[in-house]
């Protein structure tokens, strides 16, 4: 399989015609069409039916393109980076947080931030954690922070600290009047189910429900905590979550508990080795460790 042949496919997927394809390649007509020839000889299945000189997608060449079309969006995504980093300006940090964080603890580093670098433009994506690679390995952003990342090669990694997640419902709910939650507690509730990207992080909270999950109604997924926390001020359910958005929704009618036994997930933040000596974005990650100390969900302070 070679690009040449995958460029040829592509292209008559899109344009509709080996015609058009060819148009696009800048090459011959039967030229594409020998490509394709290639592709499905090497791929084992037939791309297209012919028809009175027509060419008729079959279900594998739906589904293939799928795969293909993901590989071609990525180039050009990189080349859009490739542009992007060859303009940016110096006084420019870019950063991409999972949400609860981008919410919380990033405003409060930033304040920190712009006592030293008042003038310096910051951009701020909200990302899923795989968004959050994604960006970091394309060198997209400077900088990101959420849930502690896995090994990457040429990412340097930095530990914030660990948050005790939480047990969250409305005020009016029974169990707010309980001082300390466990799982007993939540038999027969509706309780919200984490639907992650990266479920490796919550194999723990899983683990923790595991003796009476088939006790619970868990009929309302959820993929990020700030949806999580507006589904339980709707008094929709309960559930055990991260304790940084509950900021946002203690004064909106939400109370939270400890949840017993304790769950701990690790925070950090994470930037390409190549921009360990930019002065701003270390300023800033010392901003983060500063502002983390003092912040209750990392079990310190009462900020």
Request: net charge neutral.
């Amino acid at each position: 399989m070679k690009f040449r042949q995958i460029e040829a496919f592509r292209y008559i997927m899109l344009r509709g015609t080996t015609a058009a394809a060819a148009a696009e390649m800048h090459v011959s007509q039967p030229a594409v069409s020998r490509l394709l020839s290639d592709l499905e000889y090497s791929l084992g299945f037939s791309l297209f039916d012919r028809r009175k000189g027509r060419l008729y997608p079959t279900q594998e060449a739906t589904d293939f393109f799928r795969s293909v079309e993901e590989s071609f969006l990525g180039m050009e995504k990189l080349e859009s980076v490739a542009s992007k980093i060859r303009t940016r300006t110096p006084n420019e940090l870019k950063i991409t947080s999972t949400s609860a964080i981008a919410s919380t603890l990033l405003p409060l580093a930033l304040e920190e931030h712009k006592k030293f670098f008042p003038d310096e433009r910051v951009t701020i994506h909200t990302d899923a954690i795989s968004a959050l690679i994604i960006k970091l390995q394309a060198g997209s952003v400077d900088l990101a922070i959420g849930l502690e990342l896995p090994q990457l090669i040429g990412i340097e990694r930095e530990f914030i600290g660990n948050a005790r997640f939480v047990f969250a419902a409305r005020s009016d709910h029974p169990l707010a009047k309980k001082s300390v939650i466990t799982a007993q507690d939540l038999i027969g509730e509706s309780v919200l189910t984490v639907v992650d990207d990266s479920p490796v992080y919550w194999s723990e909270l899983g683990g923790a429900l595991n003796s009476v999950k088939s006790q619970l109604k868990q009929n309302i997924m959820i993929d990020t905590s700030h949806t999580g926390y507006s589904m339980i001020a709707a008094g929709l359910a309960v559930g055990v979550l991260e304790p940084f958005a509950a900021r946002v929704w203690e004064g909106r009618g939400v109370v939270i508990r400890p949840f017993e036994p304790a769950i701990y997930y690790p925070y950090g933040l994470a930037y390409p080795t190549n921009a360990r000596h930019h002065k701003s974005l270390y300023s800033f990650t010392q901003s983060i460790l500063k502002v983390a100390q003092g912040m209750r969900e990392f079990g310190s302070g009462s900020n």
